[in-house]
């Protein structure tokens, strides 16, 4: 079973915070087919999995896929299905960062202590909501895909998140571009910065709120 390079990059943080646990159980929630959790058992990863799926069609993909391995499979919107300390982890892919909110938003007792998000945009949303809700961001990368994508890695902790303490960016400029992104000088994170700074400077010249956003683009370049 082949993943796409998101999917690789999830599968890969999973087994970074399973560490040496003797079992593991992972929760997949918008499982779609099953096969970010399908190759997680062929890896040995995990040893249990709990996938939910809104839709019924997808659902029965993901139970065929992972009937050979101990997953329980249920039809339902986010969390609502699963109990309280259900899971060690649990991933959210291929979704808006605004619909990955109204998630865990929906039930916050019952999120596993880590969690693995990709949004397909505005990843800075999720950055935000984790410093406020005490989930620190632990690691983060960027893929190529579509476009190109954060995955992001979030684990409960007590205190303030050491992640956002660079003094040489701005917290917004750390929630939206990534701290570890940033202080890594990430190759994708800069083709992406590049991008956006085009297209400002082909949007109509004079309005001053895309003069500041070209320079604001422009210095964080120079930090490149």
């Known amino acids: 079973m082949k993943l796409d ?16 646990a003797s079992t593991w159980t992972h929760i997949d929630i918008g499982t779609d087919h099953g096969h970010l959790l399908k190759v997680l058992f062929e890896q040995s990863t995990i040893t249990k999995a709990l996938a939910v799926e809104k839709n019924e069609f997808p659902l029965q993909r993901t139970q065929k896929a992972l009937r050979a391995f101990d997953a329980q499979c249920y039809l339902g919107d986010g969390f609502a299905p699963l109990e309280p300390n259900a899971g060690d982890s649990a991933s959210i892919c291929g979704l808006g960062a605004s619909t990955i909110l109204q998630i865990v938003q929906a039930y916050p ?6 969690l693995i998000f990709q949004a397909n945009k505005h990843s800075e949303k999720l950055r935000q909501w984790g410093y406020e809700q005490g989930y620190h961001l632990i690691d983060e990368c960027m ?3 579509f476009w190109n994508y954060a995955i992001l890695l979030f684990e409960q902790k007590q205190g303030h ?7 040489s ?15 890594r000088r990430d190759a994708l994170l800069l083709q992406t910065i590049e991008s956006e700074l085009e297209h400002f400077r082909g949007m109509k010249a004079g309005n001053m709120a895309i003069v500041k956003q070209i320079s604001e683009l422009e210095q964080l370049l120079n930090k490149f």
Do not use: C, H, M
């Open 143 to 145: 893929v190529d895909g």
């Open 5 to 20: 390079a998101r999917l690789k990059a999830v599968a890969k943080f999973v087994a970074q915070i399973r560490g040496e």
């Open 169 to 183: 960016f701005s917290l917004k400029t750390q929630f939206k571009y990534g701290p570890y992104l940033l202080n």
């Open 109 to 114: 007792d019952r999120l596993p202590k880590r």
């Open 161 to 167: 998140d050491p992640a956002y303490a660079s003094d």
